[in-house]
């Protein structure tokens, strides 16, 4: 077999047991690799509206075929699970050096099911799988786990952990690997947690084999040259995701105040000049030429002497903006606590921008905060709050639950003030801002994600079908929506960085030239059928959901999305709502899905997916 | 006239942001501003770059947007697009 390894690794965590598995022709050939696999192992292996903190709930650690190869910005993994935080299927993709590793020890996949009694970690090492115990690591932080786990097993080996948040069921817990890299949402950290899984470490000596080396070879040059001239690399060199944080604040992309969206005044320390002096290193994943990866140095405030993997645009809203907070110092530190513990920045943001605003609408009182006072802009609160979700202290144990069973069990209009989309927070990514990037994230599978449908038409600027999309308006957005959610996960069948695959403008056709040149299958020589393959992985998801009855109820926004302007005078998106019904509406025909968002039996059988249609209807 | 511009992203080959009042004469369109801040100032902007840019928070469409008129302390922000979300 070309470019995949062509096994499965089934490992029964009840049992102690690992097995493997080939891969399915069928299955390479119909869903490619990647986002693919998870979603037919979990349609598949799932029964429906099982627990997810349950023993059946089963997780899924998959690369793709072009993992471990020459080629650039293919070497990410990928967990796919039901989610505890939002009860859905789940995807979530995580970079560094596993990838590689996990394709150099023999496996495409690794599917976790059953759960121990005790804490263990898998050490993979080629073919040798063993069950080791991890009472000694249980409680450490990620990065004291992984330099234990080093020494334990093998110098070079890489891994993926998790920490206290995972060990006490944070429901957003954060798979991390080694090298700080975190697949963060929709808590696969707790999933492991649940199971006792402190770990997976991997060490391998394979290499996947190439069906046309020199074709690959030369598609490469394609590939390095389409990065190395693209107008999106130096700045992102130079600052990685941070290049893009004032101007986004500028064009009211990044919402402040629990997305009320005022006037954050001091955004000018979020400026490009400000970030840059932080930085002390560069870095970068496997086969990746940008490293956009940098090491933050903290000289001077109460967080001196942090040295530390800088906040993402991300994390700078969620620790930053959305909380009123102007304080580098204090962000960057709080990523770190967040990176340690193992939380994922979005919702832990979201969850303490929640409880700020409950506080100041006098909904929660000092004594449901653990005595201490929830201010907006207030640097110092943010790492102790991190510190109690992650270890379930005080008011840490209602906000580690997600801000919508926070706002379940708190009630008193507090559901009102939790900004989530089927229970995932909402991400630094204002939907008023960009229709159709907001109705990706309110049609999507797994909640308000912001890389389930990549923004390449409103904010990375490109044309569609020739002209400039207007962020705001409302034309043919169904269909953008449609299209971008598609195409991600048309790449995401190669796990590919969004970044490279998208602002630097990897096209569908170099994509399927260096699929074929790897593995040889004619299917996928054609860019076309790439796109179907995307389409048809989507529609796999949207099914798995509507197994457990989360259909188009839950399409829904929160109420300050749809009916409370941008407050902010500062921003060309001053003003504007996002008009849910017209867009769900023109979404729901775009997909050729019914009115209540199920994929129809027609689409179903249209995209080769019969199968569902035996089972669902 | 005068007009307020607003420089952002690797519009410029650096990241960093550019704010300043420009003058040109009644009359003068986008493609003017452009070519004018480039003699004067050398600031080049390639609109085979895909820039965004906004006229008083309206979204320009390129390349007929370019002979949008300017009027006086008309807000011009032309910015790279944004890499940002991870």
């Known amino acids: 077999m070309y470019g995949y390894m062509g096994k499965i690794l089934r490992v029964n965590l009840s049992k102690k047991k690992a097995t493997t598995e080939h891969l399915k022709d069928e299955v390479i050939r119909s869903l490619i690799g990647g986002r693919g696999f998870g979603a037919w192992f979990l349609w598949h292996e799932l029964p429906a509206n099982i627990d997810p903190l349950g023993p059946e709930n089963k997780i899924i650690i998959s690369v793709g075929p072009l993992a471990g190869t020459k080629a650039l910005g293919v070497h990410r993994w990928m967990a796919q699970f039901k989610s505890p935080l939002t009860g859905t299927y789940f995807r979530s993709v995580g970079g560094g050096f596993f990838g590689a590793e996990l394709k150099f020890a023999g496996y495409d996949t690794i599917l976790i099911e059953g759960r121990s009694d005790e804490p263990i970690y898998l050490y993979i090492h080629d073919e040798n799988i063993e069950f080791r115990n991890a009472e000694k690591v249980w409680g450490m932080t990620t990065d004291s786990t992984a330099a234990f786990l080093r020494e334990e097993t093998d110098k070079q080996a890489r891994m993926i952990v998790i920490g206290p948040a995972g060990e006490n069921l944070v429901k957003f817990a954060a798979i991390v690997t080694d090298d700080m890299r975190t697949a963060s949402r929709g808590g696969g950290g707790a999933v492991m947690g649940v199971k006792n899984l402190k770990a997976i470490v991997v060490r391998g000596s394979k290499k996947p084999e190439i069906y046309n080396e020199k074709s690959l070879d030369e598609t490469l040059k394609e590939e390095i040259n389409t990065i190395k001239f693209s107008p999106g690399l130096s700045p992102f060199q130079e600052l990685g995701t941070n290049s893009g944080v004032y101007l986004e604040y500028v064009g009211g992309c990044f919402p402040t105040y629990n997305y009320r969206q005022e006037k954050l005044y001091g955004a000018s320390s979020f400026r490009p000049e400000n970030l840059r002096k932080y930085i002390v290193k560069h870095y970068g994943c496997y086969g990746c030429m940008v490293r956009c990866g940098k090491i933050f140095k903290l000289s001077k405030g109460p967080y001196a002497g942090t040295v530390w993997d800088f906040p993402e645009y991300e994390t700078h809203w969620a620790f930053g903006g959305n909380l009123g907070n102007i304080n580098i110092e204090s962000i960057t530190y709080a990523n770190m606590l967040a990176d340690k513990y193992g939380l994922d920045t979005i919702s832990a943001g979201s969850a303490i921008a929640f409880a700020i605003e409950l506080y100041e609408r006098g909904i929660l009182g000092k004594s449901e905060t653990d005595g201490l006072e929830l201010r907006w802009g207030d640097p110092d609160i943010i790492p102790e709050l991190i510190k109690r979700i992650a270890l379930r202290i005080g008011i840490g144990r209602l906000l580690a639950e997600g801000v919508k069973k926070a706002a379940e069990m708190i009630g008193r209009g507090s559901e009102r003030y939790a900004m989530h989309v089927k229970g995932l927070e909402l991400p630094a990514h204002d939907p008023r801002r960009a229709k159709a990037f907001g109705l990706s994230m309110a049609t999507s599978p797994i909640g308000a994600s912001h890389t389930i449908g990549v923004s390449i038409f409103e904010e990375f600027g490109m044309p569609y079908k020739g002209r400039k999309v207007d962020p705001f308006d409302l034309k043919e957005k169904g269909e953008i929506a449609k299209y971008m959610q598609d195409i991600t996960a048309t790449y995401e069948t190669g796990i590919w960085c969004i970044f490279i695959a998208f602002s630097f403008n990897i096209t569908l056709d170099l994509y399927s030239k260096l699929l074929y040149a790897a593995t040889g299958i004619k299917e996928f020589a054609d860019p076309n059928y790439l796109l179907i393959v995307g389409e048809r992985i989507f529609n796999l998801e949207k099914s798995i959901n509507a197994r457990d009855s989360i259909d188009g109820k839950f399409d829904k926004m929160p109420e300050r999305i749809t009916k409370e302007p941008i407050l902010r005078d500062d921003t060309p998106a001053r003003g504007q709502i996002f008009e849910e019904d017209i867009l769900i509406k023109d979404y729901y025909k775009a997909r050729g899905w019914n009115e209540k968002g199920i994929p129809t039996r027609e689409k179903l059988r249209e995209l080769g997916l019969e199968d569902l249609i035996m089972k669902r209807h | ?86």
């Open chain 2, 1 to 86: 006239m005068k007009v307020f511009v607003r420089l952002m992203g690797k519009i410029l080959k650096d990241s960093n942001i550019h704010e300043f009042w420009f003058s040109l004469n009644d009359g003068a369109s986008l493609a003017d501003l452009l070519k004018i801040m480039e003699e004067k100032k050398g600031l080049k902007i390639d609109v085979e770059e895909n820039p965004i840019i906004f006229i008083n928070n309206l979204l320009i469409n390129l390349p007929e947007g370019l002979n949008a008129q300017l009027k006086d302390l008309d807000k011009i922000i032309i910015m790279s697009p944004a890499i940002a979300g991870g």
